[in-house]
T-cell receptor, first 115, second 111 residues
Framework: AAGVIQSPRHLIKEKRETATLKCYPI?????VYWYQQGPGQDPQFLIS???????DKGSIPDRFSAQQFSDYHSELNMSSLELGDSALYFC??????????????FGPGTRLTVL | QKEVEQNSGPLSVPEGAIASLNCTYS??????FFWYRQYSGKSPELIMF????GDKEDGRFTAQLNKASQYVSLLIRDSQPSDSATYLC???????????FGQGTELSVKP
């Protein structure tokens, strides 16, 4: 079965640079979530989109922005990168319209390293 | 206090034994509960989800939910070394569906 696709899988950036992470949800999934997982920590919710509209916002820095496009893929844009942004970034997708009763399936993640 | 609490472990069980993983949550309005398995450096993999009080079984896995006690657990029967991983409990509070994770329990199954 098709899974969530994320690109790139690994990304190395310098401080103050920008990065763009991409997420392609499972076919027919219209909801996308972004999570950040630091070393030894649990995943922290950043932001979510349902039917191309932002549906919820978590602990996402103002330096980050995201959007969902007409084909339901999503991009997370990160500017003025800091050392503390080094983490695994996961995208998860689900079928919308189920409220809280939706199973989220995670992509393989993008490992971002900021030097 | 973290919204979702798990024992960090490590929890060590012999091969073939039952592993019991526990999770408590603080918000009584929590609506749905998920267990994810995560191998080091990999993404969380959905194992079980449960919405109603009681037990839910799927193969070697059983999820148990007690909303009155704000407690959810995962039992793994006939544990295998390949089950060695970190198990994340996650809770959804609202219609937006965002997952709030516990810190995870590291499980080690010894051959």
């Amino acid at each position: 079965a098709a899974g969530v696709i994320q690109s790139p899988r690994h990304l190395i950036k310098e401080k103050r640079e920008t990065a763009t992470l991409k997420c392609y949800p499972i076919p027919r999934h219209d909801t996308v979530y972004w999570y950040q997982q630091g070393p030894g920590q649990d995943p922290q919710f950043l932001i979510s989109f349902y039917e191309k509209m932002q549906s919820d916002k978590g602990s996402i820095p103002d330096r980050f922005s995201a959007q969902q496009f007409s084909d339901y893929h999503s991009e997370l844009n990160m500017s003025s990168l800091e050392l503390g942004d080094s983490a695994l970034y996961f995208c998860a997708s689900s079928e919308g319209g189920k409220g809280s009763y939706n199973e989220q399936f995670f992509g393989p993640g993008t490992r971002l390293t900021v030097l | 206090q973290k919204e979702v609490e798990q024992n960090s472990g490590p929890l060590s069980v012999p091969e073939g034994a039952i592993a019991s993983l526990n999770c408590t949550y603080s918000d009584r309005g929590s609506q749905s509960f998920f267990w994810y398995r995560q191998y080091s450096g990999k993404s969380p993999e959905l194992i079980m989800f449960i919405y109603s009080n009681g037990d839910k079984e799927d193969g070697r896995f059983t999820a148990q939910l007690n909303k009155a006690s704000q407690y959810v657990s995962l039992l793994i029967r006939d544990s295998q070394p390949s089950d060695s991983a970190t198990y994340l409990c996650a809770v959804v509070y609202n219609q937006g569906g965002k997952l709030i994770f516990g810190q995870g329990t590291e499980l080690s199954v010894k051959p």
